[in-house]
């Protein structure tokens, strides 16, 4: 290949790779992905700074219309709209002045039903190996382990904590009861608690 040649060819490609980049930019991916229990509890993933502010679209076209339906506070990751009209909802982070930044969201259902209770079933091996169930999403991902020696009066200092998406901890070595709850960025408790459950202390 001369080097008029390979000039010509590598024009070519940069073309390419051009077009190639305009497209891209012409369908944004998602920077947030949107979840729903479809009953309209709404949890959401950034991929930016977490004290972002979002606002929620409500559509029944999966089109936006009209202004924002809810403007969850700084920080928010989770919105439950149970009992809200059928409709589709998105997402999109906004300014100070609840101004759009896009790009929107992926689209979601809700029924309008009320969803079941939330809750969170808990169990162990008799010794303390705890392991968890949730019937929910939450913008939270860690826990707090209560303990209490009768299964009946629990104290207000969580005695241990964890994280939620581990699905599991190990606290044997200590008999009595436990339960636990999810708990928000200041580790304040979020309710439900879960069922109790004993430990042999072994």
């Known amino acids: 290949m001369t080097r008029g040649q390979r000039r010509v ?4 490609e940069e ?3 051009r077009r190639k980049r305009a497209a891209a930019l012409g369908q944004p991916v998602p920077a947030i992905v949107l979840t729903s229990d479809g009953h309209g509890r709404l949890t959401w993933l950034p991929n930016f700074p977490t004290d972002a502010q979002f606002n929620i679209y409500k559509s029944p076209t999966q089109q936006i219309q009209g202004g924002p339906f809810a403007n969850p506070q700084s920080g928010d990751r989770y919105r439950d709209l149970t009992g809200t009209d059928p409709a589709w909802f998105c997402v999109v982070q906004c300014d100070d002045n609840q101004n759009d930044i896009p790009p929107y969201s992926n689209w979601v259902y809700s029924d309008g039903l009320p969803g079941p209770a939330a809750n969170i079933v808990l169990t162990s091996d008799g ?4 392991t968890w169930t ?3 999403t939450s913008q939270y991902d860690q826990i707090n382990i209560y303990w209490c020696n009768d299964g009946v009066t629990w ?3 969580a005695f241990d904590g964890w994280d939620l998406g581990s699905g599991n901890r190990d606290c044997s070595g200590t ?3 436990f339960r636990i709850c999810l ?4 580790g304040h408790d979020v ?3 879960s069922n109790a459950v004993h430990s042999d202390g072994l």
């Open 9 to 12: 060819w590598l024009a070519l």
């Open 15 to 17: 073309q390419k790779r």
């Open 127 to 130: 010794h303390g190996h705890l």
């Open 134 to 136: 949730l019937n929910f």
């Open 155 to 157: 104290g207000t200092d």
């Open 175 to 177: 008999a009595g009861y």
């Open 183 to 186: 708990c928000d960025f200041d």
């Open 191 to 193: 309710l439900p608690y």
